[in-house]
């Protein structure tokens, strides 16, 4: 019998590891770090659930290096906890779904939710937890949390603008703020149609403006 | 895709399987028929991981000029092919250095059952059914150890470009289907796949020596393949979904269509063949259409 069968079993079971590895890691990898949109509420500080009938999740990139591209989410929820008086202790979150991506393209909306961009069938929500508001000046603030997109959470930092606060017709308490977002998409792992340099050069640009137009009412 | 991602994800690939290839057949030794029905020599044992290893290195290109430099094993459950590939480039080393037929069939099988589960498992259950996932991970492993063993007989008993020429030529086929099934990235690594057993292609036609442990750069080719099908199947909304079974039996049906004994089945698979062609070649037109389609037509998107 040849020395290579007498090593067959051992190598197979070597096999066997590997590939009985990788699918262990593929069921029991680690989860994304929670990125819960729940907030804890300040005790002072009023509490807006979204209402995203009138609220507007908007994103903006470059198409081929030439023109900027413009995007919605329909579909979106999220709630926050603020007091401009008490700013500090404010807490921002909110969640969309991918799927209702929206560019005025049925076609281009099927293939954005694809592997090849979202991948909304893995990664069904965008979502976002303040960790932090710092005051610039009269209604600027610095919102710093964290996104996740694509199972990674990163930290990112917005520009805060609180648009205040009112009554709707129906007598309801309400505010409003708008949360301007600057990212790179390939820090998330989304990389197709990314130029080699990670530039705006390439079909898709590199940098992804998210711009999260509230209006909420108070719970 | 851009000049710069097409010399990375085809140029270069193709580039390094055929000069790699050819560098190897120039190494010393004798060349004598095996046993296994691989037509390697067991003279030059230490030639014959390298096939595998030439082709994850040919992949490793077109996965960068397509993905970027990313992590080996990213939580995108689609951007899992280098994994895969590396994978596959292990086991087609162990198992071309064995050089067994049985214990080559058995590692294909256990490594796509255990690339199904890789792709597949991260899909939430409405979209991936446990009873679906047992299926396809079955079918994954029967599918790669099944053709596995068909593209190395063939090997062995065809002229040596004929194999490599197949594997290119399912993958750029297969392309157009996976673009229109909307999976624009799948298609481009499919054509990445091509041009890696193109570069084989050219090295077997260049040189006429055998060159030892090619079986193991078809399992690294039919590793990428069945992720590329089972990444369209799973995570994409498939409109053609049915291109997508006949395409991995594609290169059973070239080699068994056009080199089989039988004559019946030589005709049926023939015909098998032929669909392909005529399925790819629609699939491409249609795409074609609809991504040259004028900004008022209603097909236009672009990208």
Avoid at chain 1, 35 to 58: E, F, G, M
Avoid at chain 1, 75 to 86: A, K, L, R, V, W
Avoid at chain 1, 165 to 188: C, H, L, M, V, W
Wanted: hydrophobic share 50%.
């Amino acid at each position: 019998m040849s020395r290579t069968l007498t090593h067959a079993p051992l190598i197979a079971a070597s096999a066997a590891v590997l590939i009985g590895s990788v699918g262990l890691l593929a069921g029991f990898a680690p989860a994304p770090v929670d990125a819960s949109t729940q907030l804890q509420a300040p005790a002072n500080a009023a509490s807006y659930k979204v209402d995203s009938v009138h609220s507007t999740v908007l994103f903006r990139i470059r198409h081929m290096g030439v023109a900027n591209f413009y995007g919605v989410f329909t579909d979106f929820s999220g709630e926050f906890t603020f007091d401009p008086e008490d700013h500090a202790a404010g807490a921002f979150g909110f969640e969309v779904r991918t799927a209702s991506v929206d560019t005025r393209n049925a076609d281009r909306d099927d293939h954005l939710r694809t592997a090849d961009f979202f991948n909304s069938r893995q990664f069904p929500t965008i979502s976002f937890a303040s960790t932090g508001v710092e005051h610039v000046e009269g209604d600027l603030y610095t919102l710093t949390g964290n996104l996740t997109l694509q199972g990674e959470t990163r930290p990112v930092s917005a520009e805060l603008e609180w648009m205040g606060t009112g009554k709707n017709p129906q007598g309801k308490a309400i505010a409003g703020y708008e949360a301007r977002f600057q990212i790179k998409r390939s820090d998330f792992g989304m990389t197709k149609y990314l130029a080699a340099d990670g530039s705006e050069s390439g079909g898709l640009g590199n940098i992804v403006k998210l711009i999260v137009a509230v209006e909420a009412i108070r719970e | 895709m851009t000049p710069q991602q097409a010399i990375l994800a085809i140029l270069i690939p193709g580039v390094v399987s055929a000069t790699a290839l050819v560098a190897l057949s120039f190494l010393p030794g004798r060349d004598r028929p095996a046993e296994d029905g691989e037509g390697a020599s067991r003279d030059r044992i230490f030639v014959r991981p390298w096939p595998a290893i030439v082709a994850v290195a040919a992949f490793f290109f077109a996965d960068l000029g397509l993905n970027q430099w990313h992590d080996l094993w990213p939580k995108d459950a689609t951007q899992r092919f280098l994994a895969v590939g590396v994978a596959a480039a292990l086991i087609g080393a162990l198992h071309s250095l064995a050089g067994r037929v049985t214990l080559t069939v058995m590692l294909r099988v256990v490594l796509g059952a255990g690339l199904a589960l890789g792709v597949l498992v991260p899909l939430p259950e409405m979209y991936m059914p446990r009873g679906l996932l047992i299926v396809l991970t079955g079918a994954s492993g029967l599918w790669l150890g099944a053709t596995g063993a068909v593209l190395d007989g063939a090997g062995s008993r065809l002229p040596r470009a004929a194999v490599p020429l197949v594997l290119a030529a399912t993958a750029i086929i297969a392309a157009p289907g996976i673009f229109k099934s909307g999976y624009a990235g799948g298609a481009q690594l499919a054509v990445g796949l091509g041009a890696l057993a193109g570069g084989a292609f050219v090295a077997a036609v260049l040189r006429r020596r055998t060159l030892p442990g090619l079986s193991g750069l078809h399992t690294v080719w039919l590793a990428v393949f069945a992720t590329i099908l089972l990444v369209t199947y799973g995570y994409q909304e498939v409109p053609a979904w049915w291109a997508l079974p006949i395409m991995a039996v594609a290169p059973l049906g070239v080699v068994a269509g056009l080199f089989g004994k039988h004559r019946l089945l030589r005709v049926v698979l023939a015909g098998l063949v032929s669909a392909v062609i005529v399925v790819g070649a629609t699939l491409a037109v249609v795409a074609s259409a609809s991504n040259n389609a004028a900004p008022e037509e209603e097909s236009y998107y672009g990208y």
